[in-house]
């Protein structure tokens, strides 16, 4: 049997965006700390936490678990 997925991130060049796309589809709720990083309550018993964040255009895109 696999691990479970404790965490995930999902990067890009416009996390304001990515932050109402996501929210939106899947009724995310956000928090943003100083460092403007999107802490993610996927909401329900087995929803699991994650971020979402900017990240730099030599990293690109992504989506890591």
């Avoid at 999902?10 to 709720?29: M, N, P, Q, S, T």
């Avoid at 990083?37 to 900017?54: K, L, N, Q, S, T």
Wanted: hydrophobic letters at 40%.
């Amino acid at each position: 049997m696999g691990a479970p997925v404790v965490w995930f991130e999902v990067g890009g060049d416009d996390a304001d965006r990515l932050e109402e796309f996501y929210g939106g589809l899947f009724d995310w709720k956000t928090t943003k700390d100083d460092m403007d990083y999107r802490f993610v309550d996927a909401g329900g018993e087995a929803g699991i936490p994650g971020g979402i964040c900017a990240s730099p255009s030599e990293v690109g895109g992504y989506v890591a678990f």
